[in-house]
């Protein structure tokens, strides 16, 4: 068990509803969120490993909560989850240095192994 | 320029075409285009349901959106092409695009369908016609052969109808503005005026002619009239809210109906709807009318203790009569508790003093009455009758791979009778302790081979379906085998229902047999290249599909896990909504051309629509009196060639070379890149020297009597064979003996816009042989670099960004291999002839010879 820590945001539950048992099963321990502001409050006081976000929310957007984190924990490594549509944000994501974008829809294998593969670095 | 504003504009200057001509052939191209690129859509969303991907509303919303403009273009194209006798699937393509509006919307609306369907006969693929209740009964008598009273469905198509034709739609329009105390109030006056409506005479007749069938057919006088509502799994969440009418006499049943239609506008059951954020004025019945006997007992089955699900222990209640008591917990019951393991000890008995009954009342419905005092003490189940209980329920279970909540009753003889399963609420879970399991120490057979096309875990011993290729019976696999096979063959979908698991070396996860391995939700891994040869047959294993691992024996720890959460992801509204979708989406009813009842207004799914559209395109171009009136226009040629293919062309612009008014040409006039290219392969030494070959009487007889599979060939079948040409494109459809080729392909000087699509279909022969011809494309063409999909006897094979050079070489290739296959599938007797065959094309060498 890696015990590294994984935060999971997107205004869609299934997202998170269907990540955090694949992930804690690779030995992540995990908290997922709908609403960016909670994931926000939650950053200001708690470091964790791995951000996974999706880029189209209400305020603030995926790249500002990514902004935040990497402000707040510069080491924390960011996923960027996408839809078809937002490519060209995602790109701008990986600019300003997440680690990898991933589109949706997409395998929750392919997923975890990316998180495994970032944490393991 | 996109590529079709390319192909068109290729023609040489100064030959300028009819525009009428040019016109239908460009709609045409339409039609061929999004057609294949609906299909593709349906088979990547298909996939999605194994439970491999996440994925959104939105990416469901995208989904529909997208298929919408394509299945509507090819209605509207069609429309042009043949000036505007298909209107009405216009008017099909709105009512279905309204239907799949209504699921994302988690509206309640029902697809077109019978008005009333035999119980015997439906499955969980009818749920939304009949609700998922009564599809699930059905399922357990048609595949478990498992006893339920006799019965027919009134479907939700029929309450549709009833509300409609009662004038209940304004109201609840005004419903489903509303809300609070109004609404409450508005659902009261709906519910009177549904108790009051008449029911028209044409469902009243309807329903009495199936009371009169069931009642003499099982000497009965009693009915019993079930709620089974649609939408979104309504009977998990609504578990007995719903009414259920015992007792009712044949004259009674339209009372019976109205009063159960009604009871979807009961205000508890509204509550809940709004509880669980449905739209609470939404929503249809289904109604089930079976025999009702006057059983000696009946009661409730858990397959695992919902509070402490870590025992592996079966729970039972039982009641003399009917179950009524034991339903609503209204007074004692016995309780039993047994063993999950065979041969399934009784680990405790409550024998309760039962002092009341549920009895059919001879006037009709039910009363309560006293049981004698010599009686109330006597168990209602001998612990035989207990034992087999539990071996149908846990049956039940494997199949519906999760703990289940069974009503049954049981009559003088002991025969038991399934009255309802749904799925098993269990409280008490910790998600965490099932995520993280302590490692299993069960020997790992296979590990990470292939792609997982359905998402479970299951067990059993492993059955290798090669091994009995001969003689090969369904009923020959023990039910509950792990089925494992070299070749995804579509022949064993029918195997599939009653298998706890599939492994094939070969496959893909967009293939039929993934497809049919995902409607009955079977754990499945395709393409692990090894299974067929690493695991031995009979052999029992677990196969734990979610982390795509073969272990031996039977895991213990992985198969409760499943139990408990098996529907885990399945359950998820995006889930369900896909599902839905897909039903009014990918089932193909239209399946053969030659049939009447292959008409327009008989399709009920886009999948219909643009197969129907696809062969009336077809033929309206290939048809002779349309290509002779227009032979003189420059546009439409025969070929005159040596090998016998009777090929009539239609030039776009650019690809013949022929003199005014001349009808007939060869080789020589042809100027069209990719058609030169394919005649060069095809008319090669050797290629086409065979004569159709004899053929056993039982490979024709198969083939005469088979039928389409739900992804089978989409093809077109023109009794004419076309070739559609400009001087970069060729689009050719050849019907040669019994199967169907078609190429569709660019051939430019920019290899960014060329491609080659190579679709073949169909076969004369059983499928087994034509699965083994699949196969042996297949292999070849992925030699030669093609990207290479299996669909049931369907072969696709697709090749994109090829230079002038390669192009002609690979186009040369399937010139070759459409004339090596002509015949083939009546050789290919065995597997070992398939690899020899293989070997001979791939050398270069002749055509099989006929022995």
């Keep these: 068990m890696s015990g590294k820590k994984v935060i999971v945001l997107d205004d869609e539950p299934i997202v998170g509803e269907r990540l955090k048992p694949a992930l804690e099963k690779a030995g992540f321990e995990v908290e997922t969120y709908t609403e960016s502001q909670q994931v926000v409050d939650k950053l200001a006081k708690e470091r964790f490993d791995v951000l996974v976000t999706d880029l189209k929310m209400r305020k603030p957007d995926g790249l500002e909560v990514m902004r935040f984190a990497k402000e707040q924990w510069p080491g924390i490594k960011v996923i960027i989850i996408t839809g078809f549509a937002t490519v060209e944000t995602a790109t701008e994501a990986l600019k300003e240095g997440a680690v990898e974008f991933i589109a949706k829809p997409f395998k929750i294998r392919d997923l975890r192994d990316l998180v495994v593969r970032i944490t393991t670095v | 320029m996109s590529i079709w504003n390319k192909i068109f504009s290729s023609s040489h200057p100064g030959e300028v075409h009819e525009h009428g001509i040019r016109y239908r052939l460009e709609r045409f191209q339409e039609i061929v285009r999004r057609n294949n690129r609906v299909l593709e859509r349906i088979a990547d969303a298909s996939e999605k349901l194994g439970g491999e991907y996440i994925f959104d509303v939105q990416y469901l919303h995208d989904f529909v959106d997208r298929l919408g403009d394509d ?22 393509v709105s009512s279905i695009n309204d239907n799949l509006r209504a699921v994302l919307e988690s509206r309640t609306v029902a697809p077109e369908s019978e008005i009333v369907l035999r119980l015997d006969r439906i499955g969980t693929e009818h749920a939304d016609v009949t609700g998922s209740k009564m599809a699930r009964l059905g399922e357990i008598q048609r595949i478990l052969g498992l006893t339920t009273m006799p019965g027919v469905v009134v479907t939700a198509s029929a309450c549709t109808q009833f509300l409609e034709s009662a004038g209940l739609e304004p109201l609840i329009t005004a419903m489903r503005n509303t809300n609070g105390e109004e609404l409450f109030e508005l659902a009261g006056e709906l519910r009177n005026q549904i108790i009051h409506a008449d029911v028209q005479k044409w469902l009243q007749k309807k329903l009495r002619r199936s009371v009169r069938a069931i009642s003499k057919r099982f000497h009965t006088q009693y009915l019993s009239v079930r709620s089974s509502a649609i939408g979104e799994d309504e009977d998990l969440v609504f578990a007995g809210q719903y009414l259920t009418e015992l007792g009712v006499r044949p004259e009674e049943i339209c009372d019976a109906y109205r009063k159960v239609v009604a009871s979807l506008y009961d205000r508890h059951v509204m509550e809940y709807r709004i509880r669980h954020s449905l739209p609470p004025a939404d929503g249809l019945m289904a109604v089930g009318i079976q025999v009702l006997l006057q059983p000696k007992c009946s009661g409730i089955i858990y397959t ?86 539990c071996r149908q329920a846990l049956k039940i279970e494997r199949h519906m791979r999760c703990a289940q909540d069974i009503e049954w009753a049981m009559d003088e003889k002991g025969r038991i009778f399934i009255l309802q399963s749904r799925q098993l609420k269990v409280t008490h879970i910790e998600q965490n302790n099932l995520n993280i399991m302590g490692p299993i120490s069960h020997e790992v057979l296979l590990k990470d081979l292939g792609e997982v096309a359905c998402r479970g875990v299951g067990f059993g011993r492993v059955w290798i379906a090669d091994n009995r290729e001969e003689n090969a019976e369904d009923n020959e696999m023990p039910d509950h085998a792990v089925l494992v096979s070299r070749t995804a063959s579509p022949k064993l979908a029918a195997l599939l229902p009653r298998a706890s698991a599939l492994l094939t070396d070969y496959g893909t996860t967009t293939g039929h047999l993934a497809t049919v391995a995902r409607e009955y939700r079977i754990p499945a891994v395709v393409d692990t290249g090894a299974a067929s040869r690493i695991l031995e047959d009979g052999r029992m294993v677990t196969v734990d599909t979610e982390e795509n691992m073969v272990y031996s024996g039977k895991v213990q720890e992985l198969i409760k896990k499943q139990l408990l959460q098996a529907s885990s992801y399945e359950d998820k509204k995006e889930f369900r909504m896909l599902r839905r979708l897909l039903r009014n989406i990918a089932i193909l009813n239209l399946s053969d051309p030659t049939s009447p009842d292959f008409k327009a207004q008989n399709c009920r799914t886009y999948h219909d629509i643009i197969r129907f559209a696809h062969e009336i395109a077809v033929q309206e171009l290939a048809t002779g009196n349309w290509l002779r009136s227009n032979r003189r226009c420059n546009a439409v040629f025969r070929l005159d060639i040596d090998i016998p293919i009777d090929l009539v062309i239609i030039d776009l612009g650019g690809g013949i070379k022929a003199t005014p008014r001349k009808t007939v040409v060869t080789s020589q006039h042809i100027l069209s890149r990719p058609l030169t290219a394919l005649l060069a392969g095809m008319t090669l030494e050797g290629v086409w ?115 002038l050079t390669r192009m002609q070489k690979k186009l040369e290739m399937i010139g070759r291999l459409i004339g ?18 293989i070997q001979e094309f791939l050398a270069g060498s002749e055509m099989p010879s006929s022995s």
Excluded at chain 2, 72 to 89: D, P, V
Excluded at chain 2, 359 to 383: A, D, Q, W
Excluded at chain 2, 820 to 832: E, V
Aim: aromatic fraction near 6%; charged fraction near 25%; include cysteine.
């Design chain 2, 71 to 92: 299945v509507r273009a090819i209605a509207l194209a069609l429309n042009e092409l043949t000036g505007n006798r298909y209107q009405e699937l216009l008017r099909i």
């Design chain 2, 304 to 389: 695992l203790d919902p509070t402490n699900p870590d025992r592996d222990v079966i729970l039972v209640s039982s009641g003399f009569s009917l179950g009524a008591s034991v339903v609503d917990g209204s007074a004692p019951v016995d309780r039993f508790i047994i063993d999950r393991n065979p041969p399934h000890h009784i680990l405790e008995s409550h024998i309760a003093e039962k002092t009341t009954e549920c009895v059919i009342n001879e006037s009709g419905g039910t009363i309560v009455r006293e049981i004698e005092p010599e009686r109330r003490k006597i168990p209602t189940l001998e612990p035989g009758q207990l034992q087999n209980l």
């Design chain 2, 689 to 803: 020297k065979t004569e159709p070959a004899d053929m056993d009487l039982g490979g024709f007889m198969s083939s005469a009597t088979r039928t389409t599979a739900l992804t089978g060939p989409e093809a077109a079948r023109p009794e004419q064979n076309v070739a559609i040409v400009s001087n970069d494109y060729l689009n050719m459809s050849l019907k040669l003996g019994y199967h169907f080729n078609l190429v569709d392909c660019l051939m430019s000087d920019n290899a960014e816009d060329n491609f080659i699509y190579f679709r073949f279909a169909g076969g004369v022969t059983e499928l087994l042989r034509r699965s083994r011809r699949a196969l042996l494309l297949r292999e070849i063409l992925e030699h030669y670099d093609f990207v290479v999909e299996g669909k049931g006897d369907l072969v696709i094979a697709r090749l994109k960004f090829l230079d």
């Design chain 2, 820 to 837: 090596f296959t002509r015949q083939l599938d009546i050789h290919l007797r065995s597997d070992d002839l398939v690899r020899h065959y």
